[in-house]
């Protein structure tokens, strides 16, 4: 069963709003600003320490995500909305990191505050997502790995998922004799190894992306809710129960085993009974406060630095700050997007 479109404002072109992702988008949104703003010193006991050791399946997941959503655009070779799409990128990885670079040499030469950036960074980062806002190698990679799969379905048509099985595979093997890592050992020191080693993987989790939507996964296993759901149990109770056995084995087969939680996490979201929810005011309102990810990401480490001397919980990086930290990203994103509702800059906040 499909959930049920939503008649409001974000859904006034009849696209599809699937809350529990958008739910999983949201919590691994936190996580991600959790993990960037808390301070490990702070942890209390060892759950506040849980989110660091599974940090691997953050990236994957959203990967896997927005390749899902993007598949019939692409294998319909939709110019329109492919070119939305690499719009919808390059608008914030563009414009956020020169406003970040004009603010910081702004404060060192008029405030003499620390922080002056180089040309040379500004350059880096335009080229390759890092230099200036290093939260950008994730865009590069998204970008990347978009043109990639465009110029592959283009040329290859009809044998591209083909052609992206064998590239996988490869990429697989190369990473397993850790030939990848030997490669990027030398550039350790300047951000070419953080923002272009991953691409590798990441191509693999667009794949698992392409595939799930190839066989309309969704669709699939909320016709079969109850099966689905005891599977994905049994799953969730086994990985748990042999943890540690599957921790050994992840550095001989981490991208194998990212890429199964990555998949695992997206169905399991995918069937919560969230559809069942038939008043439409706290669907628009569940839909409100799972919105605005994309700006949350763009924006928390400047949300950090400008609020850390206002704020002792950022200040001293505590859980309470790292949640008030995507308040204030969440409610200038807001603002932004209502600003900017009519023009193509809204997209730097949503």
Same mark, same amino acid.
């Given at each position: ?63 896997? $995500?927005?390749? /899902? @959503?993007? +598949?019939? =655009? ?5 110019? !329109? &909305? *492919?070119?939305? %799409? ?86 697989? $093997?190369?990473? /397993? @004799?850790? +030939?990848? =890592? ?5 550039? !350790? &020191? *300047?951000?070419? %190894? ?157």
């Amino acid at each position: 069963m499909e959930i049920k479109k939503l008649k409001g404002k974000n859904n006034n072109k009849g696209k599809k709003i699937f809350l529990g992702i958008e739910f999983l988008r949201m919590i691994l949104s936190f996580l991600i600003v959790y993990i960037h703003c808390f301070s490990r010193s702070n942890a209390k006991s060892k759950f506040y320490l849980i989110p660091f050791k599974i940090l691997c399946f953050y990236v994957p997941t959203f990967f896997l $995500i927005s390749f /899902y @959503f993007s +598949y019939k =655009s692409f294998v319909l070779r939709d110019i !329109n &909305k *492919i070119v939305l %799409r690499f719009k919808r990128f390059l608008i914030p990885y563009i414009i956020w990191p020169i406003l970040i670079w004009i603010k910081n040499n702004y404060n060192y030469y008029f405030y003499k505050i620390k922080g002056k950036t180089a040309l040379k960074n500004l350059y880096c980062q335009l080229l390759i997502g890092c230099g200036v806002h290093g939260v950008f190698w994730f865009h590069f990679n998204l970008i990347f790995v978009s043109l990639f799969l465009v110029i592959n379905i283009f040329i290859f048509k009809k044998n591209y998922m083909f052609i992206l099985y064998i590239i996988c595979l490869i990429i697989y $093997i190369l990473n /397993y @004799f850790g +030939y990848i =890592s030997k490669i990027f050992l030398k550039y !350790n &020191k *300047i951000p070419v %190894r953080h923002s272009i080693k991953p691409i590798s993987n990441t191509l693999i989790y667009a794949t698992t992306g392409f595939f799930l939507s190839s066989l309309n996964i969704i669709n699939v296993i909320n016709n079969n809710k109850k099966k689905s759901f005891l599977i994905l149990f049994f799953l969730f109770f086994y990985v748990i129960k042999y943890y540690n056995k599957i921790n050994t084995l992840y550095y001989s087969f981490d991208v194998i085993i990212i890429d199964i939680v990555g998949t695992f996490l997206f169905l399991f979201f995918s069937i919560l009974p969230l559809e069942k929810i038939n008043i439409l005011f706290i669907q628009s309102i569940f839909r409100l406060i799972t919105s605005y990810t994309g700006g949350i990401y763009y924006l928390h480490p400047e949300v950090m630095l400008m609020f850390k001397n206002i704020f002792k919980d950022i200040y001293y990086r505590t859980f309470k700050g790292c949640f008030l930290i995507y308040i204030i990203s969440y409610f200038i994103c807001f603002l932004g997007s209502k600003i900017f509702s009519k023009y193509s800059l809204k997209l730097l906040f949503i």
